[in-house]
């Protein structure tokens, strides 16, 4: 079983960077990893995807442009960049892993997840 470790989030304010990243306890090179956020009384979102060695990316649209999703197999470890943050990016940032093949963008899409780390945007 994959166990997946977040780290980086803090408090940082509007317009601020930030990044967060995701290390695994084995090798993840054929996993699909993704992040998400909750926000308080809000439903898990899907923020962004990778797939296998990086080729194939995805966003939501809020963050398009904004956020970097990358990820380092030879660390076992994915990132997530976050530049020109808002307050409405605070939430808890989850990260996830699916073995699968195509990158899924639905929470109940992936296998494994972490804890969560928490993101917040002061104005």
């Known amino acids: 079983q994959v166990q997946l470790v977040e780290s980086g989030g803090g408090l940082v304010q509007a317009g601020g960077s930030l990044r967060v990243s995701c290390a695994a306890s084995?090798?993840?090179?054929?996993?699909?990893m993704g992040w998400f956020r909750q926000a308080p009384g809000k439903e898990r979102e899907f923020v962004a995807a990778?797939?296998?060695?990086?080729?194939?990316?995805m966003y939501e649209d809020s963050v398009k442009g904004r956020f970097t999703i990358s990820r380092d197999n030879a660390k076992n470890t994915v990132y997530l960049q976050m530049n020109s943050l808002r307050p409405e990016d605070t939430a808890v940032y989850y990260c996830?892993?699916?073995?699968?093949?195509?990158?899924?963008?639905?929470?109940?899409?992936?296998?494994?997840w972490g804890q969560g780390t928490q993101v917040t945007v002061s104005s």
């Open positions: 996830a892993a699916d073995p699968g093949i195509r990158v899924p963008t639905k929470a109940n899409e992936y296998r494994y």
């Open positions: 084995e090798r993840t090179f054929n996993y699909i």
């Open positions: 990778i797939g296998w060695i990086g080729g194939t990316t």
